[in-house]
C-alpha cells in the first residue's frame, strides 16, 4: 500500500481516515466468530424507530457458498475479489410497523439506516485489521434469485472482507489505484443555511 496522505479538514479520529478501501486481498481465511463481530457492530447503528431494517447474507472462503456468492458479482469485481476472505450481500427490508400500529407501512428511510449499519461494519472490520470494499456490481436479479430473497427487501451492495494482499495480484491498471483515495473538502459537502454548495 501507498503511504496514506488523507488529511482531515477538522479534528477528529484517525480511525476514519485510515479506513479505507482496498482490492488486493490476501487470501487469508475468516473465522465465523470474526465475521460475525462485524456484523455486530453493525446491528448497534441507529434506525428511524429502532426497526433495524438492514439484513446480512454472508458467504466465508472455502465454505460451500462461496463459489455461489462469488458468482453473483459481476467478472470485474469477482477478479479481485475471488481473494478475498468473506462476502457479504446487503439487503433492506421496505416496511415495517410503526408503534403502536397493526400494519406495515412503507419505511422510507430504510436505504439511509442500512447504509449507517454498513459505515458501522466497515468500521468495526477497521478498527479490527481487517478491509472492506463495498461493491455495486453485482447481479441484483441473481442474487434475490440465488439467495432466496423476497419481495419487500432491496438488495444495495455487495461487500468484500479481507486481509490487505499484494497489489502485484491485480491487474496494471489497477496496481496504481491501490491507495487511499482523497476526499472532497467538507466546505464543498456541508454549508449553513440554504443550499450553497
Given at each position: 500500500m501507498s503511504e496514506n496522505t488523507r488529511v482531515a479538514d477538522y479534528a477528529i479520529h484517525e480511525q476514519f481516515i485510515q479506513r479505507w478501501?482496498?482490492?488486493?486481498?490476501s487470501d487469508e481465511a475468516i473465522s465465523e466468530e470474526t465475521l460475525l463481530s462485524f456484523l455486530?457492530?453493525?446491528?448497534?447503528?441507529?434506525?428511524?424507530?429502532?426497526?433495524?431494517?438492514?439484513?446480512?447474507?454472508?458467504?466465508?472462503?472455502?465454505?460451500?457458498?462461496?463459489?455461489?456468492?462469488?458468482?453473483?458479482?459481476?467478472?470485474?469485481?469477482?477478479?479481485?475479489?475471488?481473494?478475498?476472505?468473506?462476502?457479504?450481500?446487503?439487503?433492506?427490508?421496505?416496511?415495517?410497523?410503526?408503534p403502536g400500529a397493526s400494519e406495515e407501512s412503507p419505511a422510507l428511510w430504510h436505504t439511509f439506516d442500512t447504509g449507517s449499519a454498513w459505515a458501522h461494519l466497515a468500521l468495526q472490520a477497521s478498527i479490527s485489521g481487517w478491509h472492506t470494499h463495498g461493491m455495486a456490481g453485482f447481479d441484483q436479479a441473481l442474487a434475490r434469485s440465488?439467495?432466496?430473497?423476497?419481495?419487500?427487501?432491496?438488495?444495495?451492495?455487495?461487500?468484500?472482507i479481507g486481509k490487505l494482499g499484494d497489489k502485484a495480484t491485480l491487474a496494471d491498471f489497477l496496481q496504481a489505484r491501490e491507495t487511499p483515495s482523497p476526499r472532497k473538502p467538507l466546505s464543498e459537502l456541508a454549508a449553513e443555511g440554504d443550499f450553497s454548495l
Open positions: 478501501s482496498p482490492r488486493a486481498f455486530e457492530a453493525a446491528r448497534w447503528a441507529p434506525s428511524a424507530y429502532n426497526s433495524q431494517p438492514w439484513r446480512f447474507l454472508y458467504a466465508r472462503r472455502d465454505t460451500p457458498n462461496w463459489q455461489r456468492y462469488l458468482g453473483l458479482l459481476n467478472e470485474f469485481n469477482r477478479s479481485w475479489a475471488q481473494h478475498a476472505s468473506a462476502l457479504v450481500i446487503v439487503i433492506s427490508k421496505t416496511t415495517f410497523t410503526a440465488e439467495l432466496k430473497i423476497p419481495e419487500g427487501y432491496d438488495l444495495h451492495a455487495a461487500i468484500a
